[in-house]
């Protein structure tokens, strides 16, 4: 039986009532968070020790509570400081094993300053906060009140958690954490496919299909670049140009939604169709930096990576990342021969042995049979573990991930 982590996010609406209760609650939270951070970076500079968990949330939680300055602490819920803590915590702890080389992949930067004007607000209610679901549907916050929920669909359980999130267009979501033992495995299937993530389509799979962004989500994006030169027109501190940010981003949540349901529906296709998936480990942080930037973060590959990944894991299929360093490009997926490295106009090529190889479909066989060899011999030793729920809500900001912060907002469907 596997343990399974799930997230289910709800459009939420709070009166106004509620909204100033929420502002106050996301502040508090934040302030917890930058002073805690703050203590541990004046005890660095000091040349103290690194500060415990424990001790930080003495000082900034129990003991600032009796203090003038921030009395108001205690006008919230006790666990919504205490989880903006255990944020901070987390951060350090991913910096930590970045640093040493315990953690693979991208490098994680240290814990940022929050601000107010960040385009995401969140806090987090676990069980022990009491929040509940009424028999009337409401969903009942401490301290905030009892807020209407839109129920899209059923929470299948009781929830273990809940994250309450203000985007940037002033919207509310709730987004509840459920752990569930149900076994979703799906029946068997024979093929197994490799995805080459690309410039010039969304993907390109080993056999052969080719996915390119709808037509609906290429216009959505192109009125946002529009807004945007518009806001950037705008006079500062103008009354038009509070306006228009307000235009950019409703606008910038629609193209994210668009785009997260989009990805939806092509993840669970391709784990539904194939027992195997493969795809290049591309670092998308290290692309990001360079001028291919605005278009990875547009194209949204590590939301949709990781939708693949965890629907693997929840429906019993197999996902792998394939080595980035791995020349699937310029190998020819015939006789296995390197060829020179070739400019990023190269659509397609004939390798001295013969053979005529369009660029990304020979990228995408390569990786599925890199993929295949690395996976085949780790493949009977794979145990199912604790899947966990993909954390859209985590505040520590990552840093070249923060452009496609609001694209990594995941619902499960
Ligand atoms: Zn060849």
């Known amino acids: 039986m596997r343990i399974v982590q799930l997230r289910y996010r709800y459009r939420v609406y709070p009166d106004a009532a509620q909204r100033t209760a929420l502002a106050q609650a996301f502040g508090c939270a934040r302030v917890v968070f930058n002073d805690g951070l703050r203590l541990r970076q004046q005890a660095r500079e000091a040349g103290e020790k690194y500060i415990s968990d424990g001790d930080l949330s003495k000082r900034v939680i129990t003991q600032a509570k009796d203090t003038e300055e921030r009395a108001w602490l205690c006008e919230v819920s006790a666990v919504v400081l205490q989880q903006a803590l255990a944020d901070l915590n987390t951060a350090y702890r991913n910096y930590f094993a970045s640093v040493t080389g315990k953690r693979k992949g991208r490098k994680v930067a240290p814990p940022r300053y929050r601000s107010r004007k960040d385009n995401r607000q969140a806090i987090r209610f676990t069980r022990n906060s009491r929040f509940k679901v009424l028999d009337n549907g409401r969903l ?10 839109r129920w899209s669909r059923d929470l299948p359980s009781e929830a273990t958690s809940v994250t309450v999130i203000k985007d940037a267009a002033d ?33 390109v799979m080993s056999d052969g299909a080719t996915v390119t962004a709808p037509k609906f989500l290429r216009r959505a994006a192109r009125k946002l670049k529009r807004l945007q030169q518009d806001l950037s027109r705008k006079e500062k501190g103008s009354n038009r140009r509070r306006k228009a940010v307000m235009k950019v981003a409703r606008a910038h949540a629609r193209v994210a939604d668009t785009r997260r349901d989009w990805q939806h529906k092509l993840s669970t296709a391709i784990i539904r169709d194939n027992q195997a998936v493969y795809v290049e480990d591309l ?8 001028r291919l930037a605005k278009s990875v973060h547009d194209a949204g590959w590590a939301s949709f990576t990781t939708m693949l990944q965890y629907k693997a ?26 060829n020179e490295k070739m400019p990023l106009d190269v659509r397609a090529w004939h390798c001295p042995c013969g053979s005529h190889q369009d660029r990304d479909l020979n990228a995408a066989i390569n990786i599925k049979a890199a993929g295949q ?28 991930a923060r452009a496609t912060r609001s694209v990594a907002g995941i619902a499960v469907p």
């Open 373 to 400: 060899a690395d996976f085949n011999d780790r493949r009977a030793q794979v145990r199912p573990g604790l899947v966990p729920a993909p954390r859209s809500e985590a505040v520590t900001h990552q840093n070249a």
């Open 283 to 290: 670092a998308v942080a290290g692309l990001g930096r360079t």
């Open 140 to 149: 009942r916050l401490p301290k905030i009140g009892d807020v209407p929920v």
């Open 313 to 338: 894991q929840r429906y019993g299929r197999t996902f792998a990342r394939v080595d980035r360093y791995f020349p699937s490009t310029r190998m020819c997926s015939d006789c296995g021969r390197i």
């Open 171 to 203: 919207r509310y979501f709730a987004s509840f954490v459920v752990t569930t033992t149900e076994n979703e495995t799906l029946p068997p299937v024979e093929s197994e496919v490799g995805i080459d993530l690309g410039l010039m389509h969304f993907a």
